[in-house]
């Protein structure tokens, strides 16, 4: 079974601080998509990485993919209060199946 | 604007009665999901749809079934509810014809009760 394990699952940050959320993944894929969740809201699709090496840049946000080391980053620059929310990774296995992470949880302190 | 509608939005049951969720999308997606979130458990494939007359089972779909007699619904049902079942339920959708691969868009959810 494909395991996706992200850390921290907690985060609380400064705002204008810089920092990583890292997400790994148990088996090969090649396509990995990060998620935000507000709180009792639903989950929008924030980035798409379709290979190694592939980055995405949004705003404060930066998404990263490494798929030798089973890795992505989600790095987060000069944090906005906006920026608190629930991210999600999630890879899809040979079965077209998504497989999520168990989720950041990122709050902003002014 | 095209868009993803779960209903009902809250629902509470007892334990046994079937229920059924409804899922539409206008998108014409082809490519339908049902999720259900838990606390510690990030998001988990029940069903899946890669278009009309076609079903899948996913990660955890014991006592769950879905039908898709069109593009734009996939009502999710329980059969005989169970507290086990208690959650958060999102309904998805996603464009490529035959793979899941592209990314979903979300509807808002339903909070399910079984009491």
């Known amino acids: 079974e494909l395991k996706v394990e992200q850390n921290p699952l907690f985060l609380s940050m400064q705002e204008g601080k810089n920092y990583t959320i890292y997400c790994n993944y148990s088996t090969t894929s090649d396509r990995l998509y990060w998620y935000r969740q507000d709180p009792g809201k639903s989950l929008e699709s924030l980035f798409v990485?379709?290979?190694?090496?592939a980055v995405k840049q949004e705003g404060r946000l930066m998404a990263s993919l490494d798929t030798k080391a089973r890795l992505s980053t989600l790095h987060i620059t000069a944090a906005v209060h906006d920026l608190s929310a629930t991210y999600f990774c999630?890879?899809?296995?040979?079965?077209?199946?998504?497989?999520f992470g168990t989720g950041t949880s990122l709050t902003v302190i002014p | 604007d095209a868009e993803i509608t779960q209903s009902p939005r809250h629902k509470i049951t007892e334990t046994g009665r079937q229920v059924t969720l409804a899922c539409h999308q206008t998108w014409n997606h082809n490519n339908m999901f049902w999720y259900r979130q838990d606390l510690g458990h990030g998001l988990r494939l029940i069903h899946y749809?890669?278009?009309?007359?076609?079903?899948n089972k996913g990660e955890v779909s014991d006592g769950y079934s879905v039908s898709r007699s069109n593009t734009e619904d996939l009502p999710l049902t329980l059969e005989s509810a169970a507290s086990s079942q208690t959650s958060v339920y999102f309904c998805?959708?996603?464009?490529?014809?035959?793979?899941?691969?592209?990314?979903?868009?979300f509807g808002p959810g339903t909070r399910l009760l079984v009491l």
């Open positions: 999630a890879v899809t296995n040979t079965g077209n199946q998504f497989y």
């Open positions: 749809s890669y278009g009309v007359q076609d079903t």
């Open positions: 998805a959708s996603s464009a490529r014809q035959g793979t899941l691969r592209e990314t979903q868009y």
């Open positions: 990485l379709l290979s190694n090496g």
